[in-house]
């Protein structure tokens, strides 16, 4: 009796994830090449997954809705969502986890510079907030989305998100109101 239920046990740790179309819960997605890390290859048809964000500009410290949405009738398991300047492949800013099905990602050493998936329940959207940093370029917010074992598309991308100088800052960064005040005293 004893070595059947060890079968049982070993036959639902080891298959079931897999017969369901998802790998076990340690799957995950590196950082920099945005590919999972079980053996398949990416999809290269075009995704049926939209990046959406609140504001086409920031200023540092700027929070942007990010929605990661399935088109028609597709659905997602997994996912993997960062923020990258334009040609850059280093994540930039934090995300605040606001939704259940998701959770924050120390990519590069820094905390929240990435979120995932925290199950795999079939998603039709997820949504979260990230906060901009301090001296940052034009970005896109890139991701790998995990259909299933054998689908997933990795590089689904944002429109370009663009910073902006704010009107009181010149280009050195000062306050225009103290540089006037200098020269006058």
Known sequence: MKGHSCFIFLFCGIFLPRIFGFPQTNTSIDCDSLLPNYE????????PYLIAVSFDQFEPGNEIQVTLEALKEASFKGFHLQAREVEGDVPVGTFKITDPNTKGLDCHNMTNSAISHANSDLKQKITTTWIAP??????????????DLEKFWVGVQSKTVTPTLSKSVNVTGKSKRKVWYKYIC
């Open 40 to 47: 398949a290859e990416p999809q290269t048809s075009t995704p």
């Open 134 to 147: 301090h001296d940052t370029r034009e970005l896109q917010f890139i991701a790998t989305v995990v259909q």
